[in-house]
């Protein structure tokens, strides 16, 4: 109806106002917010099976070590093993400082050259051939020319493979980390601690009881235990991806990506 001038206010017609259809979609409430994983997405990274494997690796590599560690100076000093003086001892563990020095400047680019799982497996043959080498120098120790040398050797293998392992172990572990890189760590750490205190009680033990009826062959089980816990290290090597030696670059912040969830060999 048209308005005029002489129509009072109260009667001026009042515009209907256009209603929203009832079959509009409605936006449904916190629509925006970010969903929220469950509790066992969110610890996934721990739970997969390639950290087991890392995490497994690495503990069976701080047995070995801290093994070898505990074994040697036994050994060198024992009555049935290299009947070498204490002085001596420690000249026979100069050669170890020497390569512990000298070989991180060549990891630096074999690593480059060759990825970080390879120097892992690396450290795992040195270790093997140390632990495979040392019952054998018994035969030497009549013969000072020969057996000197070969300490020397077996010192600076020794320094090879703990410069190729330990670091490997920890880039492998942390490229194939895409979330709680604090939690795997600490856990890691603390797995690493157990399999440190369990081998020298476990390999001193074995040695005791090896050498406690004099000289016999058994006194070289410690180290052959420990050639077998090196093979097991190399075969847990052969279930870590590749992608896990690649580099980490400005788009990966908290690691390598997500691999597949099968095992490559």
């Known amino acids: 109806m048209p308005i005029t001038p002489s129509m009072p206010a109260s009667s001026w017609p009042v515009p209907s106002m256009p209603t929203v259809s009832s079959t509009c979609p ?8 970010r969903p929220s994983r469950p509790p066992c997405a969110r610890h996934g990274s721990i739970a997969s099976p390639w950290h087991e494997v890392g995490l497994s690796a690495q503990a069976v590599l701080h047995f070995v070590v801290i093994g070898m560690a505990e074994l040697f100076p036994l050994y060198a000093s024992s009555p049935t093993g290299l009947r070498l003086h ?21 990891y630096v680019a074999l690593e480059k050259r060759y990825g970080a799982r390879a120097m892992l497996r690396l450290g795992w043959t040195t270790f093997l051939l140390v632990n495979a080498t040392l019952p054998q120098l018994r035969v030497l120790r009549g013969t000072p020319a020969l057996l000197w040398p070969s300490l020397v050797a077996v010192g600076l293998t020794r320094g090879v493979g703990g410069n190729s392992s330990f670091p490997s172990i920890s880039l492998l572990l942390n490229n194939l980390l895409t979330e709680n890189l604090g939690a795997v760590n600490g856990f890691a750490l603390s797995v690493s601690s157990l399999s440190r ?47 896990a030696s690649q580099r980490r670059t400005a788009t990966q912040p908290g690691g390598a990506p997500p691999v597949e969830d099968e095992v490559h060999r």
């Open 26 to 33: 409605s936006r449904p409430p916190h629509a925006s917010m």
């Open 86 to 106: 204490e002085h001596e001892v420690g000249l026979a563990l100069a050669p170890l400082a020497v390569s512990l020095f000298t070989f991180p400047f060549a």
């Open 197 to 243: 205190a369990a081998s020298p009680l476990i390999c001193g033990s074995l040695f005791s009881a090896a050498t406690a009826r004099g000289e016999s062959p058994i006194e070289a089980l410690p180290f052959y235990l420990l050639c077998v816990l090196c093979l097991l290290g190399m075969w847990l090597s052969t279930f870590l991806p590749p992608r």
